[in-house]
């Protein structure tokens, strides 16, 4: 039968890296031994500041932080960790020794989720962490699953929507200018008509695999919903955009889904800062590109 840490042991995720701060050398090496054998990764610091540069770092999952040390105890460190855009969400669990409820609830109130009692543990240290760790996942999960798509993975029109509104809102600050690119996949009605929407789900994967493939590291794309795609392009021009457009053209030339080509239909277009369009307008401008293209390539189709 499998005891208590074995128990333990078999809820930690693979790859975690805890961070462990205390200015006793002594207590960081018992941390570090007891949870190295537990099968973390650990990362240690000595001071406050120590435990800055943990953070600032990005490759902790979860901090174990001593209350009392001196210069910069842990509550005002914990405070000035809260304040940086990847400690506002990492799991701090305080060290202490202290008994004293007020103590305590000051560790909560500088944004603490939990603490630890010297003497160590192991038992409440393992199941302590592995809680939080969970609780951390599983926000993430949840935080992911309400930005993207379902079914392509990609960003969804909600997080579309939020991103051009920052885009918007920083071009009229700067000046500055960026593109929009609306796609819409053709013949989607007729694979699914014909072969099901299974193979209709087969034709956006390889369309959108294709824009995957194309675009910068600096570009977004989003699905706005049924066929239809947005791609966002940071600080781009029409060249960058053009080159893209034959980029996944090429891409997905002499792709079928049974006798269907693949192929797509775009739109664009473009902000400035000078602009007072909106999110929904400057949108609608690219559909409404997109939709006469798709409109010519239909009644060009039906010449003899």
């Known amino acids: 039968m499998y005891d208590i840490y074995q128990r333990i042991l078999m809820e ?22 007891m949870l190295q054998k537990s099968g973390y990764t650990v990362k240690s ?21 001593d209350i009392m040390m001196p210069v910069m105890d842990g509550i005002e460190t914990c405070r000035k960790i809260k ?44 199941a302590r962490i592995n ?26 029109r909600r997080f579309a929507y939020e991103m051009l509104y920052r885009m918007i809102e920083n071009s009229r ?4 200018e960026f593109l929009i690119c609306f796609i819409d996949v053709d013949n989607l009605k007729s694979v699914n008509d014909r072969f099901g929407h299974g193979e209709g789900d087969r034709l956006i994967g390889v369309v959108v695999n294709a824009v995957l493939a194309c675009i910068r590291k600096t570009d977004y794309i989003f699905r706005m919903g049924g066929d239809e795609f947005l791609v966002l392009l940071p600080g781009a021009s029409m060249v ?3 080159e893209m457009i ?48 798709k409109l010519a390539k239909k009644k060009h189709r039906g010449k003899p």
């Not at 930690?12 to 031994?33: F, K, P, Q, Y």
């Not at 599983?138 to 960003?155: N, Q, R, Y």
């Open 45 to 65: 610091a000595v001071d406050g500041t120590g435990a800055i540069e943990l953070v600032d770092s990005h490759e902790i999952d979860i901090l174990l932080l």
């Open 240 to 242: 960058n955009v053009t």
């Open 173 to 176: 600050r700067d000046l500055s």
């Open 246 to 293: 034959n980029r996944i053209t090429v891409n997905l030339k002499g792709n079928f889904i049974h006798d269907v080509p693949v192929s797509f239909s775009y739109g664009f277009a473009d902000y400035d800062g000078r602009m007072s369009l909106t999110v929904d307008e400057l949108i609608n401008i690219a559909d409404r590109e997109m939709y006469e293209q």
């Open 131 to 156: 809680v939080h760790i969970k609780l951390k996942q599983a926000m993430e999960k949840l935080e992911e699953i309400s930005v993207t798509d379902e079914l392509t993975g990609v960003f969804n």
């Open 83 to 126: 304040t940086t855009n990847f400690g506002k969400n990492l799991p701090v669990i305080f060290i202490t020794a202290l008994t004293e409820t007020e103590e305590k609830l000051k560790a909560f109130e500088a944004g603490g989720v939990d603490y630890i009692t010297k003497p160590f543990v192991r038992e409440e240290v393992l």
């Open 12 to 33: 930690i995720s693979e790859n975690v890296i805890v961070g462990v701060v205390d200015d006793s050398r002594v207590n960081v090496r018992l941390l570090e031994v």
